[in-house]
């Protein structure tokens, strides 16, 4: 006898009145900060799986995998009150510490002006850089969470911190990669 097919539901109608669930029992609006918080590190992984798709680099788009899976563990966390949370957390201090040895490693890889750059010398970079602004949107949030005392621990402002400066060192590679010799600088005058 063939195997019935277990069909997902896409909607359950119960966000309809405007609130949602977080891990646990407890609902908020859905404009509540922490929704708005884990809503913009879900835009930012999106914006990722963009640049992953782009990426010239294998280990660039591995690395950018990896990043992808430990927003996930952060939107769990972000998703948990303190109070009701029944586990520890998700998002592990080794992965801002791999982020940290990542940045050592390939930083000396490129050589950055001292001047402000304009994003756009490569479609693979000019993704990476956008990424890179909505998690510095997202750090922005999570920061007032955790100013709040609304979150478990620090690791989440820590880890999107180093985050936006591996982005921007990734876009970096990546125009470089896409064969370009000078990057496009502001003028600030």
Not at 64 to 71: A, E
Not at 93 to 121: H, K, M, N, W
Not at 129 to 155: C, F, S, W, Y
């Amino acid at each position: 006898m063939p195997e019935a097919k277990r069909v997902t539901k896409l909607y359950t109608g119960v966000g309809d009145e405007g609130y949602t669930g977080l891990l646990g029992r407890d609902r908020v609006p859905k404009y509540d900060i922490r929704p708005e918080a884990y809503g913009t590190v879900d835009e930012a992984s999106s914006a990722l799986g963009l640049a992953r798709a782009t990426v010239k680099d294998a280990e660039t788009a591995e690395i950018i995998l990896g990043v992808q899976r430990d927003l996930y563990a952060m939107m769990a966390d972000l998703a948990t009150l303190p109070e009701a949370a029944t586990r520890p957390p998700w998002l592990h201090p080794q992965s801002t510490e791999c982020l940290e040895s990542l940045i050592g490693r390939l930083e000396s890889a490129v050589e950055l002006p001292p001047a402000f750059i304009v994003a756009g010398d490569s479609v693979a970079g000019a993704h990476l850089d956008l990424a890179r602004t909505i998690i510095r949107r997202a750090e922005r949030i999570v920061a007032r969470l955790q100013h709040d005392g609304k979150l478990r621990n620090e690791e989440p402002l820590r880890y999107l911190n180093r985050l936006s400066s591996l982005l921007f060192l990734l876009a970096r590679l990546e125009d470089k990669a896409a064969g370009v010799e000078a990057f496009t600088l502001a003028r600030l005058s």
